[in-house]
């Protein structure tokens, strides 16, 4: 079985799968640009992304957002 047949869930608390996915979906995304309602949708939409969309706030979102900076600068 391909691994994308049956990704693995996704929780708000596992922020780096969260942003290695996407990474890998949104990968020509400008994170200047990037807000956070549209952050929380491309998340929610995630292959796999199995949490609550209701326990999303800004404080996480943001978090997320700063982890997907450095992982794009350690990238480059």
């Known amino acids: 079985?391909?691994?994308d047949d049956d990704p693995k869930p996704l929780y708000w608390e596992a922020s780096y799968e969260i942003?290695?996915?996407l990474m890998e979906h949104h990968p020509h995304a400008d994170l200047d640009e990037l807000g956070?309602?549209?952050?929380?949708?491309?998340?929610?939409?995630l292959?796999?992304?199995?949490d609550d969309p209701i326990l999303?706030?800004?404080?996480?979102?943001?978090?997320?957002?700063?982890e997907w900076y450095e992982e794009q600068s350690e990238a480059s």
Request: proline share 3%; aromatic share 10%; net charge negative.
């Open 19 to 21: 942003v290695l996915s």
């Open 1 to 3: 079985m391909d691994e």
């Open 36 to 45: 956070l309602q549209q952050l929380f949708d491309w998340i929610v939409a």
């Open 47 to 50: 292959p796999g992304f199995a």
């Open 56 to 66: 999303a706030h800004d404080a996480l979102l943001t978090e997320i957002l700063r």
